[in-house]
C-alpha cells in the first residue's frame, strides 16, 4: 500500500514503518514519514508527538526529545535519515533532494557531504 507525502507528494510506504530513535529506545520512534511518537507509560501506548514548524531563523522542522529531564531540539530530517538511510560513508549533512526543508519524508532525504550538499544548493537557486 503507498500513500503521498503530504509536503511533496511524492509515494511513501502506507503501512507506519516507526523505527527507535537512536540514543531514545523504547522511548521515541521516527516514522519514514517524517512523524514522531513517544511512549506513555501511564496509557501503555505510543502517543503523537507534536512537530515545531520552521521559523524564521530556522527553516528546519525540530521536535524536542526528552530523556531523564535533559530536553534536546532534534532536526526531524536528521532523526529520519539516521533511522532509514544508510550512509555508509559517515556523510555529515542531510540533503532535501527536491529542496523543500519540510518534507522529511525519507524518500526525499540523502546523505551528503558538505561541499555536495552545497552544490545541490547552488543547483537549486539556479533553477529558479
Ligand atoms: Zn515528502
Redesign the pocket.
Known sequence: MMDR?V??G?NVQKTDRWRDIKGYEGKYQISDKGEVQYWDDNKKEWITKAIKKTNKNNKYNRVNLTKSRDSKLKYVHRLVAEAFIDNPENKETVDHINGKRT?N?A??LDWKTQKENNEAYENQKRKK
Do not use: F, K, S
Request: aromatic fraction near 0%.
Open positions: 507525502c509536503e511533496c511524492l518534507c519524508c524518500e526525499n
